[in-house]
Nanobody
Framework: QVQLVESGGGLVPAGGPLKLSCSNSGRPFSSYSMGWFRQAPGKERDLLPAISWSGGSTYYADSVKGRFTISRDNAKNTVYQQVNSLKPEDTAVYYC???????????????WGQGTQVTVSS
């Protein structure tokens, strides 16, 4: 049974940085791609960045290029998402996901985390 647990969310001021973490347990972390999604109220859950199992390939949605950075530490079974210059419109629930990243932008989700709320105050 795979468990993904996000941490690092909360109330943060606009303009500031935020680092989200997602830890995996249940099966070999290094065998799978990892991604971060977000879902704002009334909107779809969108893939933001994703990273291949080795970290050698990444994908970023156009809306977050330059502000979001994804990284992973396979020794710690953890994937990170660094967000800089936070905006009020970044307010959402952020989910990590385990899956497959192929062709640099094609994603399939196998497992979801429970999500962590990020609220950006203006």
């Amino acid at each position: 049974q795979v468990q993904l647990v996000e941490s690092g969310g909360g109330l943060v001021p606009a303009g500031g940085p935020l680092k989200l973490s997602c830890s995996n347990s249940g099966r070999p972390f290094s065998s799978y791609s990892m991604g971060w999604f977000r879902q704002a109220p009334g909107k779809e859950r969108d893939l933001l960045p994703a990273i291949s199992w080795s970290g050698g390939s990444t994908y970023y949605a156009d809306s977050v290029k330059g502000r979001f950075t994804i990284s992973r530490d396979n020794a710690k079974n953890t994937v990170y998402q660094q967000v800089n210059s936070l905006k009020p419109e970044d307010t959402a629930v952020y989910y990590c996901a385990e899956g497959v990243l192929s062709g640099n932008s094609n994603w399939r989700t196998y497992y979801w985390g429970q999500g962590t709320q990020v609220t950006v105050s203006s």
